[in-house]
């Protein structure tokens, strides 16, 4: 009886450190980023660190430069995941096609998304520059412009450019899943269609979208955790400049904690942008269960 009791509770002993290790370095972190939110941390000033409550988030919602942070969070995350999905998906059509070309592409087509970040940020930066950037060189030659463009330098500007960065470097990943979901699709359905006549264009979207569709969905999803969660193009290139114009929410919190040292407005932020996040994350689930349930992929 007491052997019963032991192997009826030894999968809860065996858990017990991977518990305690999610609870040390997720869920307390989290937690204290919650209690953060609602006191007015600011390092700089003795005494702060009180509990306000929803001062902090009042704060931090008048601000205008917040209001600014959203207005680029918003471009920065429907842009790229849009720009990111519609490139994504030609190139992933032709490349589901067997040329022998396409061999040499599928591998090559990677490497902008193996590289480091900090790298891929550094030579945009140098090749975006005013003047000796090899993009405004490449344009006076064309004779498209006369004088260099300041591309990360212009207010106008900036969010656009880091926008086509992050679409560069996300396109190879999001091509090559969809080209391997474009290839799942029977060939018989393909076949049939041509012989009933059915154009190129007809055949995408009456057969092959309408197959792929859960995993484009799912993808793009997936794409839109990426990019709220991206940091390392923006500050690497213009660390939210110029004039808070490329600032997004995880480099506004980090310029607002380790730069202003701002814990509470920090956290506060961070709390904002967990929501969204979760947000996403009930969306993916939502369309997971739903697709479980019905069995229509």
């Given at each position: 009886?007491?052997?019963?009791?032991?192997?009826?509770?030894?999968?809860?002993?065996?858990?017990?450190?991977?518990?305690?290790?999610?609870?040390?370095?997720?869920?307390?972190?989290?937690?204290?980023?919650?209690?953060?939110?609602?006191?007015?941390?600011?390092?700089?000033?003795?005494?702060?660190?009180?509990?306000?409550?929803?001062?902090?988030?009042?704060?931090?919602?008048?601000?205008?430069?917040?209001?600014?942070?959203?207005?680029?969070?918003?471009?920065?995350?429907?842009?790229?995941?849009?720009?990111?999905?519609?490139?994504?998906?030609?190139?992933?059509?032709?490349?589901?096609?067997?040329?022998?070309?396409?061999?040499?592409?599928?591998?090559?087509?990677?490497i902008p998304w193996i590289l480091p970040s900090v790298?891929?940020?550094?030579?945009?930066?140098?090749?975006?520059?005013?003047?000796?950037?090899?993009?405004?060189?490449?344009?006076?030659?064309?004779?498209?412009?006369?004088?260099?463009?300041?591309?990360?330098?212009?207010?106008?500007?900036?969010?656009?450019?880091?926008?086509?960065?992050?679409?560069?470097?996300?396109?190879?990943?999001?091509?090559?899943?969809?080209?391997?979901?474009?290839?799942?699709?029977?060939?018989?359905?393909?076949?049939?269609?041509?012989?009933?006549?059915?154009?190129?264009?007809?055949?995408?979207?009456?057969?092959?979208?309408?197959?792929?569709?859960?995993?484009?969905?799912?993808?793009?999803?997936?794409?839109?955790?990426?990019?709220?969660?991206?940091?390392?193009?923006?500050?690497?290139?213009?660390?939210?400049?110029?004039?808070?114009?490329?600032?997004?929410?995880?480099?506004?919190?980090?310029?607002?904690?380790?730069?202003?040292?701002?814990?509470?407005?920090?956290?506060?932020?961070?709390?904002?942008?967990?929501?969204?996040?979760?947000?996403?994350?009930?969306?993916?689930?939502?369309?997971?269960?739903?697709?479980?349930?019905?069995?229509?992929?």
């Amino acid at each position: 009886m007491n052997m019963n009791k032991v192997r009826n509770y030894l999968p809860y002993f065996l858990v017990i450190p991977t518990f305690t290790v999610v609870m040390l370095l997720i869920a307390y972190p989290i937690f204290d980023v919650f209690r953060l939110s609602f006191t007015n941390l600011f390092l700089l000033r003795p005494g702060t660190g009180k509990f306000v409550g929803l001062n902090t988030f009042v704060s931090v919602l008048k601000d205008p430069v917040f209001l600014l942070v959203l207005k680029n969070t918003f471009i920065w995350i429907v842009l790229g995941a849009v720009l990111s999905m519609s490139i994504g998906i030609a190139i992933g059509y032709y490349l589901s096609f067997n040329f022998k070309i396409n061999r040499f592409l599928r591998a090559v087509i990677l490497i902008p998304w193996i590289l480091p970040s900090v790298v891929s940020a550094s030579t945009w930066q140098w090749m975006l520059n005013a003047q000796f950037g090899v993009i405004n060189d490449l344009l006076k030659k064309l004779g498209l412009i006369e004088e260099g463009i300041g591309w990360l330098g212009d207010p106008r500007l900036a969010i656009y450019a880091l926008t086509f960065i992050l679409v560069w470097k996300n396109i190879p990943l999001i091509s090559l899943l969809l080209s391997a979901a474009i290839q799942s699709v029977p060939i018989s359905l393909l076949e049939a269609a041509t012989i009933d006549g059915a154009s190129g264009w007809q055949k995408f979207w009456r057969i092959i979208f309408p197959i792929i569709s859960y995993t484009f969905l799912i993808l793009t999803i997936v794409v839109l955790i990426w990019i709220i969660q991206e940091f390392v193009i923006i500050w690497v290139t213009t660390q939210g400049g110029p004039v808070n114009a490329t600032h997004i929410l995880p480099t506004y919190i980090y310029e607002m904690a380790f730069n202003n040292y701002r814990f509470g407005q920090a956290a506060a932020l961070s709390v904002i942008n967990i929501l969204i996040l979760i947000s996403i994350s009930v969306v993916y689930l939502w369309l997971f269960r739903k697709t479980s349930k019905t069995g229509v992929y």
